[in-house]
């Protein structure tokens, strides 16, 4: 590979592995960021702002730049991943094998991303299976192309060889795939690993079982002994699930970094609607306490930065050295725990939120099962997506098709 197509002025990023093991000696506690796409033009001008203010702001160690489901954001997140190195970030761009297709070749469309995003400079790169693309329900695998990011780690590191660091996800509670539906004899039954990963929802308790979780961890030990770097967790919002996670990564011969994806908390709906979706264990007191909450936006932030706060003092003591926030594309909760650990000052004083609402995601515009939608027919929850894009919704008690682009996702 040469590094002729990059601006002389402009050198390519480091690689975030030995950013790590360098601060790794500093025993100061570091933060990286994750941004995705906006949905709109002004969306995207307001995020370039957004991302500029918090490198000057917290100093982060790198920025993430998310890859939409299928795709969908390829071109947009490529650009802004661009756009973050451009303007003096890492950038660690994400990039997914789901229904990426280039002239009929699922391969080509990765390998053009790749290409693309090495000649600009970028050398990570988080390595994803992707979610289901819009209108499926399910994932299914393009046929000739990747079948898990464990196929695209692979092909990385023989297309590439060592020019780019590669992360990886990791699934403290288990992949959501792998989490189980429990009978109440299940419940009563399960072991005390499986309890202290469980969640219920809705009075339903899921559980990733220990035969699937061992399954998962065999997976996670091919991604790294295929040559990935270091580990970005899925979101948690149990501290002591991360902590057995990382010693579980140990016992497996994992002895790469593990960093923590800390989801902040911005509001209630978004908050119950993202942990149902992905099965996220929920303490009873965190559980009371949101609820209690429900009806008050401020005081949900102000929690939000407590309880983040908290959490992140519990795996700083652990030995976590750097805090990875899933800002959604804001930033007062992010300042406020900040703030609070001392790692910045004054922060969330200044903090503008006033964008809110073009931050929305381009994936947020996607409907699935559990969405409120609007239409000429009423306002309704969906009940079924179906391959063609159209949703059965439940208006008024009754289950109503609309076709694709006659409805739009409620917020």
């Not at 400079?121 to 299976?129: C, E, K, M, P, W």
């Not at 699935?368 to 439940?394: L, P």
Request: hydrophobic residues 35%; contains cysteine.
């Amino acid at each position: 590979m040469s590094a002729s197509s990059i601006p002389q002025d402009l050198q390519p990023d480091p690689k975030i592995i030995d950013i790590l093991k360098k601060e790794s000696a500093s025993k100061i506690a570091h933060v990286s960021l994750e941004y995705f796409p906006p949905r709109t033009e002004q969306g995207v001008k307001n995020l370039h702002a957004r991302m500029d203010r918090m490198l000057t702001n917290t100093k982060c160690l790198y920025t993430d730049m998310t890859w939409g489901a299928g795709g969908s954001t390829a071109d947009l997140s490529l650009q802004l991943a661009l756009h973050a190195h451009r303007t003096g970030h890492v950038s660690n761009m994400h990039l997914t094998c789901t229904n990426m297709e280039k002239d009929g070749d699922p391969i080509a469309a990765v390998h053009d991303a790749l290409k693309q995003a090495y000649d600009g400079g970028i050398r990570n790169i988080v390595a994803l299976r992707g979610d289901p693309a819009e209108g499926d329900e399910k994932w299914t695998a393009t046929e000739g192309g990747f079948t898990c990011a464990l196929d695209l780690v692979r092909y990385i590191r023989k297309e590439f060889g060592d020019e780019f660091g590669i992360s990886v996800a990791g699934y403290p509670e288990g992949h959501p795939n792998r989490i189980s539906e429990l009978s109440a004899e299940e419940v009563e039954s399960m072991t005390e690993a499986e309890k202290g990963r469980c969640c219920t929802h809705d009075g339903v308790t899921y559980v990733c079982k220990d035969d699937d979780y061992r399954k998962e961890m065999d997976y996670l030990k091919e991604k790294i002994d295929a040559g990935s770097d270091f580990i970005i967790t899925q979101m948690f919002f149990d501290a002591e699930v991360f902590k057995t996670f990382v010693k579980d990564c140990r016992k497996w011969g994992i002895n790469c970094p593990v960093v923590p994806g800390l989801m902040c908390i911005n509001a209630y709906p978004g908050f119950k609607k993202m942990t149902k979706f992905c099965k996220t264990r929920v303490t009873k007191s965190l559980e009371e306490k949101m609820d209690s909450m429900k009806d008050d936006p401020d005081a949900v932030k102000r929690f939000g930065v407590e309880f983040g706060a908290d959490i992140c003092r519990s795996l700083l003591a652990s030995g976590v050295e750097i805090l990875h926030f899933y800002t959604l594309n804001l930033e007062k909760v992010v300042y406020g725990i900040t703030d609070d650990l001392g790692i910045t000052s004054g922060l969330i004083e200044t903090s503008n939120e006033s964008d809110a609402k073009d931050m929305v995601a381009v994936g947020s515009a996607w409907a699935r099962a559990g969405d409120t939608v609007k239409s000429s027919a009423g306002q309704g929850v969906v009940k079924e997506i179906k391959g063609d894009g159209t949703a059965v919704v439940d208006i008024d008690g009754k289950d109503v098709e609309l076709a694709k682009g006659s409805y739009e996702k409620v917020f």
